[in-house]
């Protein structure tokens, strides 16, 4: 069975950086084949940033370019999220997600291509 488990989530100043970590098990393709996500209560799931076509691309919201990368080691099965530059409104609960399965011809971040989810981890940024 898959399992992923999100970690480095917190409290932090605008401003601030956090690192979050996604440790993978049981999944039977790349960490190239996973992304983020976030939620605030009452709206919707949205991707945050994510590999696209089994890792030969990127994927980032408008919001999140130039403040996050996302990166990843296949060897250790941990995806990573590096934020700086956080503002409030990146306040969330940010999910690790792997696809159900993984192609050269992913070219979006479609929550329903995500077939894995882990309990998500709370960011709070304070201003």
């Known amino acids: 069975q898959v399992q992923l488990v999100e970690s480095g989530g917190g409290s932090v100043q605008a401003g601030g950086s956090l690192r979050l970590s996604c440790a993978a098990s049981?999944?039977?393709?790349?960490?190239?084949?996973m992304g983020w996500f976030r939620q605030v209560p009452g709206q919707e799931r949205e991707a945050v940033a994510g590999?696209?076509?089994?890792?030969?691309?990127?994927y980032y919201a408008d919001s999140a370019k130039g403040r996050f990368t996302i990166s990843q080691d296949n060897a250790k099965k941990v995806l990573y999220l590096q934020m700086i530059s956080l503002k409030s409104e990146d306040s969330a609960t940010y999910y690790c997600?792997?696809?159900?399965?993984?192609?050269?011809?992913?070219?979006?971040?479609?929550?329903?291509?995500?077939?894995?989810w882990g309990q998500g981890t709370q960011v709070i940024v304070s201003s």
């Open positions: 997600a792997a696809r159900r399965t993984c192609s050269i011809f992913e070219r979006q971040m479609d929550r329903d291509d995500f077939g894995y």
């Open positions: 049981g999944y039977t393709y790349s960490t190239a084949c």
């Open positions: 590999f696209l076509g089994g890792g030969v691309t990127t």
